[in-house]
């Protein structure tokens, strides 16, 4: 809710939210903590939910139905629910993020981006603009920022010259309001009916001590046996109360998050919408908001820029580090094929089918409805040394069959029909055991890409090694015996 807002208010707006909850039919039941932090999880300690203590902060935690007796996934069910959810509390100004579990990588939010600046007015200012691109860009929900709304303070200065001809001093006036507000123990209660003594508090009601002209109207006890309104002694004034600034590697920052639903769910599609209209925000300098999309922070800050975090960030460090590690991984193998072959050229034939298999891992992920995530990349990665296997298979028997006195022709034939049965059974093996998975939420990519890519190269190297492999050793097979090289040439 809006900063300042009461704990009453609070918990009002979150029964109403959950009780159009209860009324879903895949919803077991919810508990609502207003006020508070609800029971630790991942999530709340990755986006720092359990530091919750804020009155104008609810939490509702939602348990569905086992997953065996409902036919829609909780991603499916939140998706639904958000649009109706948003619409309960904006009348009264909520701000509601609709958070899974599990939330998926380790992030603030799917969508965060950051603002650095030379002073923070200027940050504020500018991450307002981005709040409202997020606002505005189809299929970014759950808009929302790290600024503090201003909130009133009020200084109660006791007067000492009026306090003094009532014969008040101003510790009676602290002393006053804290009962009033804190609350002061007087006493014990003993009650038969309880184990222990009962602690007796006095307080003023919570509508008694909620605005500043209900404390100004306590009354204070004076020496001659009168009473005196509180505001009779005290001068009120009224300031802005210091507002939080976050800082990241030292540096001021603004953040601003927001998550993605709808047809694209990927924050890449969103962040490309979004960065063309950040371009076209006008600073009051002149000059346009830089924006950081990879993994470096912004080394100056005179001047007014921006980094996309959340989700990307660790999109860009997973693929580039899987990257990385695939291109040793292709190196490994080489220099493997190469001192077990003899050959500069072999270990080339043998490793063409890998990229093959993106003919089938693309188009499987097209069919399935899924994205291709850090999972796929780790299957397609996995699936390089199964696909090596097999042409290894096929060059190893082309040679055996050369060496026995077969023609290149006849073997790369020979080796085509015959070594087909096992390539086809660690096809059959692979897809088997990758089944189990593919409908799992976060490993689905894995089981795409080493099902769909050991079909497709499976199918296809069975054609491409021997064909590769013949144009390869064409040439050397028709060079006539004892002819030196230059003169084939």
């Known amino acids: 809710m809006p900063d300042g807002t009461p704990l009453e208010q609070t918990t009002r707006v979150a029964q109403a939210l959950g009780a159009y909850l209860g009324q879903q039919p895949e919803v077991t039941n919810y508990q609502i903590y207003a006020g508070t932090s609800g029971p630790y999880n991942f999530n709340g300690?990755?986006?720092?939910?359990?530091?919750?203590?804020?009155?104008?902060?609810?939490?509702?935690?939602?348990?569905?139905?086992?997953?065996?007796?409902?036919?829609?996934?909780?991603?499916?069910?939140?998706?639904?629910?958000?649009?109706?959810?948003?619409?309960?509390?904006?009348?009264?100004?909520?701000?509601?993020?609709?958070?899974?579990?599990?939330?998926?990588?380790?992030?603030?939010?799917?969508?965060?981006?950051?603002?650095?600046?030379?002073?923070?007015?200027?940050?504020?200012?500018?991450?307002?603009?981005?709040?409202?691109?997020?606002?505005?860009?189809?299929?970014?929900?759950?808009?929302?920022?790290?600024?503090?709304d201003p909130q009133t303070k009020y200084d109660l200065k006791v007067d000492l010259d009026k306090a003094a001809l009532h014969g008040i001093s101003p510790a009676d006036v602290t002393r006053s309001l804290q009962v009033g507000l804190s609350g002061a123990n007087a006493g014990l209660l003993h009650d038969p009916t309880s184990r222990e003594d009962v602690p007796i508090e006095v307080r003023l009601a919570r509508p008694d001590r909620s605005g500043i002209e209900n404390l100004e109207s306590i009354k204070l006890p004076t020496p001659s046996g009168g009473q005196i309104a509180l505001q009779e002694v005290t001068n009120l004034q009224q300031s802005t109360i210091d507002t939080s600034?976050?800082?990241?590697?030292?540096?001021?920052?603004?953040?601003?998050?927001?998550?993605?639903?709808?047809?694209?769910?990927?924050?890449?599609?969103?962040?490309?919408?979004?960065?063309?209209?950040?371009?076209?925000?006008?600073?009051?300098?002149?000059?346009?908001?830089?924006?950081?999309?990879?993994?470096?922070?912004?080394?100056?800050?005179?001047?007014?820029?921006?980094?996309?975090?959340?989700?990307?960030?660790?999109?860009?460090?997973?693929?580039?580090?899987?990257?990385?590690?695939?291109?040793?991984?292709?190196?490994?193998?080489?220099?493997?094929?190469?001192?077990?072959?003899?050959?500069?050229?072999?270990?080339?034939?043998?490793?063409?089918?890998?990229?093959?298999?993106?003919?089938?891992?693309?188009?499987?992920?097209?069919?399935?409805?899924?994205?291709?995530?850090?999972?796929?990349?780790?299957?397609?990665?996995?699936?390089?040394?199964?696909?090596?296997r097999n042409s290894i298979i096929l060059v190893d028997f082309i040679e055996l069959r050369r060496s026995q006195g077969m023609s290149l022709e006849d073997a790369v034939v020979d080796a085509g029909a015959v070594r087909f049965r096992p390539m086809l059974l660690t096809a059959a093996a692979v897809v088997v055991g990758a089944s189990v998975i593919l409908f799992d939420p976060i490993f689905q990519g894995l089981a795409l890409s080493l099902m769909a890519g050991e079909v497709a190269s499976t199918v296809l190297s069975r054609m491409a090694v021997p064909v590769l492999y013949y144009l390869s050793q064409h040439r050397r097979a028709m060079k006539p015996a004892g002819e030196p090289a230059a003169a084939t040439e």
């Open 245 to 388: 600034v976050y800082r990241k590697n030292l540096q001021p920052v603004v953040y601003v998050t927001g998550d993605v639903a709808g047809g694209e769910e990927s924050p890449v599609y969103a962040i490309m919408k979004m960065s063309d209209a950040i371009d076209k925000i006008k600073l009051p300098d002149g000059y346009a908001v830089k924006q950081y999309k990879g993994t470096t922070m912004p080394e100056r800050t005179d001047r007014l820029s921006m980094k996309w975090d959340g989700e990307w960030h660790i999109t860009v460090e997973v693929f580039r580090d899987l990257g990385l590690a695939f291109a040793a991984v292709l190196v490994l193998i080489y220099v493997l094929v190469v001192g077990w072959f003899r050959s500069f050229v072999t270990p080339l034939v043998i490793m063409a089918p890998i990229p093959l298999t993106l003919v089938g891992i693309l188009p499987a992920h097209a069919l399935m409805g899924a994205f291709f995530t850090a999972t796929s990349m780790i299957g397609f990665i996995a699936g390089a040394g199964i696909i090596v």
């Open 45 to 148: 300690l990755v986006r720092h939910y359990f530091l919750r203590r804020q009155p104008n902060q609810a939490d509702i935690q939602v348990n569905l139905l086992s997953r065996h007796d409902r036919t829609a996934q909780s991603h499916e069910i939140a998706r639904r629910l958000r649009p109706e959810l948003d619409k309960i509390g904006e009348p009264f100004g909520a701000r509601i993020k609709v958070a899974e579990v599990p939330p998926g990588p380790p992030v603030l939010q799917t969508l965060v981006a950051e603002v650095y600046g030379p002073d923070y007015k200027s940050q504020i200012e500018l991450a307002a603009q981005i709040k409202k691109v997020f606002q505005q860009t189809p299929g970014v929900v759950d808009v929302d920022w790290y600024v503090e």
